[in-house]
């Protein structure tokens, strides 16, 4: 696709975002599946419910421009789903494979928070209202979601997974 206005730059940002999105869906159940702390499941299985509607809501701007998210690949979310997923394959304790999770998580809802604020951004500048707004749902759910994995990574997983450190570096 040749990118020859912003309304170009906005469509392939949507396509992306669509890819980006689709690829969380069919990562997070093994995310879920791999972490030990209630909490952390728990918050990822909302994620994911949430993120089956973030899909919905890009296939519903698509219809309202009268396109098609196509086939593009996100490269970006397909980096950033590898790198968890290697976290995911490493033999590590419950505790620390939670706080890996979460660190894999937060780089997934950092790239979307971006790619979130720039699409809504766009889509304000094109006079896309309704987009705008429903843009701007999915960006509030990735930036609450980012603030809960933190909550939980702060009030018990970080600690968790530092105790097995101190009794490690006591036993030396």
Same mark, same amino acid.
Do not use: W
């Given at each position: 696709?040749?990118?020859?206005?912003?309304?170009?730059?906005?469509?392939?940002?949507?396509?992306?975002?669509?890819?980006?999105?689709?690829?969380?869906?069919?990562?997070?159940?093994?995310? +879920?599946?791999?972490?030990?702390?209630?909490?952390?499941?728990?918050?990822?299985?909302?994620?994911?419910?949430?993120?089956?509607?973030?899909?919905?809501?890009?296939?519903?701007?698509?219809?309202?421009?009268?396109?098609?998210?196509?086939?593009?690949?996100?490269?970006?979310?397909?980096?950033?789903?590898?790198?968890?997923?290697?976290? +995911?394959?490493?033999?590590?304790?419950?505790?620390?494979?939670?706080?890996? +999770? +979460?660190?894999?998580?937060?780089?997934?809802?950092?790239?979307?928070?971006?790619?979130?604020?720039?699409?809504?951004?766009?889509?304000?500048?094109?006079?896309?209202?309704?987009?705008?707004?429903?843009?701007?749902?999915?960006?509030?759910?990735?930036?609450?979601?980012?603030?809960?994995?933190?909550?939980?990574?702060?009030?018990?997983?970080?600690?968790?997974?530092?105790?097995?450190?101190?009794?490690?570096?006591?036993?030396?």
């Amino acid at each position: 696709m040749k990118l020859r206005s912003l309304h170009d730059l906005y469509v392939s940002n949507l396509k992306d975002l669509y890819s980006a999105e689709s690829q969380i869906v069919k990562a997070l159940p093994k995310m +879920i599946k791999n972490a030990s702390a209630p909490d952390l499941q728990d918050a990822l299985q909302m994620h994911l419910d949430e993120t089956r509607e973030h899909v919905n809501r890009l296939q519903r701007i698509f219809e309202e421009m009268d396109s098609s998210p196509g086939r593009k690949k996100c490269k970006g979310m397909e980096g950033l789903i590898e790198e968890g997923q290697e976290i +995911i394959g490493e033999l590590a304790e419950p505790e620390v494979m939670d706080a890996g +999770i +979460i660190a894999a998580a937060q780089k997934v809802e950092h790239y979307e928070i971006s790619g979130y604020g720039t699409a809504r951004a766009y889509a304000r500048l094109l006079n896309f209202e309704q987009a705008a707004d429903l843009l701007g749902q999915t960006l509030e759910e990735e930036t609450r979601a980012d603030a809960k994995l933190t909550e939980i990574a702060v009030s018990e997983v970080n600690r968790q997974a530092t105790n097995g450190e101190h009794e490690a570096m006591t036993a030396r």
